[in-house]
Each structure stands twice: as C-alpha cells, then as structure tokens.
C-alpha cells in the first residue's frame, strides 16, 4: 500500500529536541506530498481520538523548545485490548497507513503490539534523556539534560566551596547511570553512585574522607535509582561517620527534562525525524532509528524492547583516577 498518511505522537517522558523531531518529520512529510496527523498526548490521545491534522505552520519557530507541542503522557488503557481496538478505529477512520512514535522503550513495545493488531507501517525514534534505549549512542534530550545537570552542579560547587561542603545531588536515572556518570566526569565531582554498580556506603565514607583533604568542597552525584538511595537517604546514612563535615544534598528533579534543546539535540532529532518518513517510504516497518557515532542506523523494534543499554562502568576508574588520594 502507497504511503498516503502518517501519524506521529510523542510518548513517555518528554526530552528535549522532541519540538525538533516533530518539526522535521512534518516537514519532510508534507515535502514528499504525504499528509500528517499529530496524536495529542501519546497512545491516550490516539484512544480517545484527538488527532489533528498538520501543516507547516504548526511546527515554524518550535526546534528552539523543549518539551513536545504534542504533548504526551502514559496510557494504562492502550494496555488493554478493548482500549487498542480504540486507538486502531480511530486510526483506520482517517486512513492512516504509517505511524511514527517518538519515546522510549515502553512507547515502542506499544507500537510493536500495534503492528500485530492492524495494517501499518510503524518507525521509533528514541526521545528519553536516560540515554538507556539498546541500539543507539545517544537518544534525543540525553546532551541536553546533562549539559543542564552540569551547569547546575557548576553552580552548586561555588557554594560549596565557599561554605566547605559536602553536597550529594540526585539526578535522573531510575534504571540507568548515563547522566550521573557522564555529568559527574564533565562537572569534576569527586563520586558518582549509578543503579549499575553496589553502593559499598563504608567505602563511599571513605572515598568522601579522601578526597575532601586540602579541599573546599567534595561532589558526590547519586543517580535517583541507586540501590542505597537517593541524595537524602544515602547522605543520612553517612553522615553519622562525617560528623566533622557538614553536609547538603540538592535533588535537580525535572529541570532536566527542561529547557532549550542542545545543538548536539537539534540536529540529530531533525536527521532521525527526516529518515523516519524517508525509512516508511521506502516501505520498512517496525524499525528504530539509533545513531553509531556520526551515522544512523536503524535495528528491528523488537531489540530495543527486550534489551537495556547500559553505561561504560570503566568510566568510574576514570573518576577514581582523578580522585585525590591521600
């Protein structure tokens, strides 16, 4: 069947670069004579029918903003068979024959399930700044949330430093270390605890004890699913050891979904959005877009649900390496 119609919605968290994503898919869309329907908050809006559709003045000005014009949320009922079989009416009454879904790995196992209950060609893209999506280097709003968590810690450290502290900040990453490790090298904390590796709190005491001699200041960065806690929980379970520091934490919390895509954001979101149209033209299907250093690729869908990616744990020898030992 020819390509006449296409449908694109923004899904699970949202990340930077996604405005970029949409922006791109819609213009290189309607630039191939393709008509483009924009789903409103995800696999919800695709049951409930809010589908609307676009032109090119509904994406001029937005590759500058975070967040997604689409918005976007999580659908309990897409769960259901009764409320796909929604979602697929819904679709089929505008004809819509290919479908391109922005999100993590939860969006995509959605719109693989889609692909068995009906006729249409479905491409992902990865948008989650947890960088955790199998098959690709970086997803779309991953550099710009760590540039936000790194300009933030930067700011943290001049207080620190001024008032000779210790500060534990919390930074996304329930599942994955990618932020907290790669915003722990980039900033120069001295620690970074990531869901990957036991937190040895003993060590940790330790480590934070080193470290902090002759200095004004010791960062640690603690990854919001680490398994002895967040920045609170673990600074309360150290501080009785570290009576003669005085300690802080900061929870960064949504400000790094926020904010103006990076360069690094913008241009990779408007390249995997322009292959995904091209990638339904050419007729494939249940494909994911990832990016290998400078070029894309695209793997089968199903990759990317069944298998996690992780972070190079060689990197905390790294942060040791640059560590104060004494």
Known sequence: MKLSKIALLTSGGDSPGMNACIRAIVKCA???????????????????????????????????????ILGTARS??????????KAIDNLQKLQINGLVVIGGDGSFAGANQLTKEMDIAVIGIPGTIDNDIFGTDHTIGYDSALNTVVSA????????????????IEVMGRDAGFIA????????????????EVTDLEELVANIKNSNKGKRSTIVIVAEGDDAGGAKEIMDKVKPFLQEYELRYSVLGHIQRGGSPSVKDRIMATQMGVHAVNLLISGE??????????????????????????????KLILLDSLRTHF
């Open 30 to 68: 309607l630039n191939n004579k393709i008509e483009v329907f924009g789903v409103e908050d995800g696999y919800q809006g695709m049951i409930e029918g809010r589908i609307r559709k676009m032109s090119y003045s509904d994406v001029d000005n937005i590759i500058q903003y975070g967040g997604t």
């Open 76 to 85: 309990k009922d897409f769960l259901t068979v009764s409320g796909r079989k």
């Open 153 to 168: 810690v930067d700011k943290i450290r001049d207080t620190a430093t001024s008032h000779h502290r210790i500060f534990f």
């Open 181 to 196: 490790l790669n915003s722990a090298i980039a900033s120069g904390a001295e620690i970074a605890l990531i869901p990957e």
């Open 285 to 314: 299907t249940n494909r994911m877009i990832g990016i290998n250093g400078e070029k894309l690729v695209n793997h089968p869908i199903e990759k990317s649900i069944k298998q996690h990616d992780k972070p190079d744990i060689s």
